[in-house]
Structure formats: C-alpha cells, structure tokens
C-alpha cells in the first residue's frame, strides 16, 4: 500500500520560514521523481519544487531563490525548505510521487497560510 504523508504545514508571518517534509512508503522511493505542488483557493495545482531521479532539480520561477528542495533516499523523505514566504505563497501544498502515468502518487495536502 502506497503511503504518501506531508507535515510541517502551519502559520507564518510574511518573511519567515517553514520546512515542509514528505514520507512515503509502499513505493521504490529511488524510482521515481520527488516534488512539491501546491494549489491556492480557486487556482489551479502548480508545481513548485521537482527532484528527478537523475538528481535534477526544478523549481518554478516564483520561488526560485527562496524554496530549497531535497530528498533523502535512504529515509524516504522528501523536504521542502521555505524561506523568506510571502503571502502569495499561501496554499494547500501537496507532495507527489511520480514515475509514471499508472505510478503517480499524491498526499492529502498540509496547509501553508502566510499572513501578519
């Protein structure tokens, strides 16, 4: 059974700093593509941060230079490092597990809300 579970979620002033991590289980963690998507309200799923298996790494645009994405292939996580947020940055954020059409694997979500 594939188990895909985000925490670290939470509060945060504008300017400041969260670290979201991801478990996941039931899956050959090294196989496949480790990212982070988040959705806000009436917006569409946009990716944030992707680590491929070939040790490459995306981020979209709006937060390169503050998001820090990684991956540790003997614990089977996957972390989110979130500096310097912004209240653009608020959403639901999802961790993902990707290999291919039939082996894509999604958590329930933890909330990011940015806000004085």
């Known amino acids: 059974q594939v188990q895909i579970v985000e925490s670290g979620g939470g509060l945060v002033q504008p300017g400041g700093s969260l670290r979201l991590s991801c478990a996941a289980s039931?899956?050959?963690?090294?196989?496949?593509?480790m990212g982070w998507y988040r959705q806000a309200p009436e917006k569409q799923r946009e990716l944030v941060a992707q680590?491929?298996?070939?040790?490459?790494?995306v981020y979209a645009d709006s937060v390169k230079g503050r998001f820090t994405i990684s991956r540790d292939n003997a614990q089977n996580t996957v972390t989110l490092q979130m500096n310097s947020l912004k209240q653009e940055d608020t959403a639901l954020y999802f961790c993902?597990?990707?290999?291919?059409?039939?082996?894509?694997?999604w958590g329930q979500g933890t909330q990011v809300t940015v806000s004085s």
């Open positions: 993902n597990a990707y290999q291919s059409f039939w082996n894509d694997y």
């Open positions: 680590f491929h298996v070939d040790g490459r790494i």
């Open positions: 039931g899956i050959h963690f090294r196989g496949y593509a």
